[in-house]
């Protein structure tokens, strides 16, 4: 008799789009195991918050915080992994290379998802080594320690995002400038 291989799926990020189809996947089926692997340090944060942290109407940084890896293992049996990074994937042997705190591992799968999210496009230009990116809490963390009082800021991107953050940024007494490539926002 063979014994039958359990089916696993490995969701690469652990954000808005990853966690969403990791928590709908287990409620349409219990058995499957489910692998989140995310690069960051956190997982299922509000990511559309992070402007009102920095403009002051979010006072609680925990407050982003929706879920913790402990607490999604304990409600919907999801193994989620932070700091694990996916440096390589074999499509032949189905498998996922992982960079993580505790070394280099390779991972197995019968379906993988690719859920990474956006990357921010940091424009070559004089002084960029000095920009910082909105988009996890690593980066809020960073920009909150960045600001002093009353800094003149350009935010360069005038998409949700970008305007959220200018408002917010102006709520909070900075000089804002809103720089916008397209003939639109």
Known sequence: MITPVPRRVVIVG???????TATRLRRRDEDVEIVVLER??????????????LGGV???RD????????GLASRFR????????????DTERRTVTVSGANGDYELSYS??????GAAPIVPDVPGAERILALRSIEDVD?????????????????????IELAENLT???????????????
């Open 14 to 20: 652990g954000v808005a789009a990853g966690m969403s």
């Open 40 to 53: 960051g340090g956190y997982v299922s944060f509000a990511n559309c918050g992070l402007a009102y942290y």
């Open 58 to 60: 979010i006072d609680d």
């Open 63 to 70: 407050d982003l915080l929706l879920q913790t890896p402990e």
């Open 78 to 89: 999801l193994d989620v992994r932070v700091h694990s990074e996916v440096v390589a994937i």
């Open 111 to 116: 379906e993988l998802v690719l859920a990474t």
């Open 142 to 162: 960073q920009l909150a320690s960045a600001l002093t009082p009353g800094a003149s800021v350009a935010v360069v991107g005038a998409g949700y995002i970008g």
């Open 171 to 185: 709520r909070r007494g900075h000089h804002v400038t809103l720089l916008q490539r397209g003939s639109q926002v």
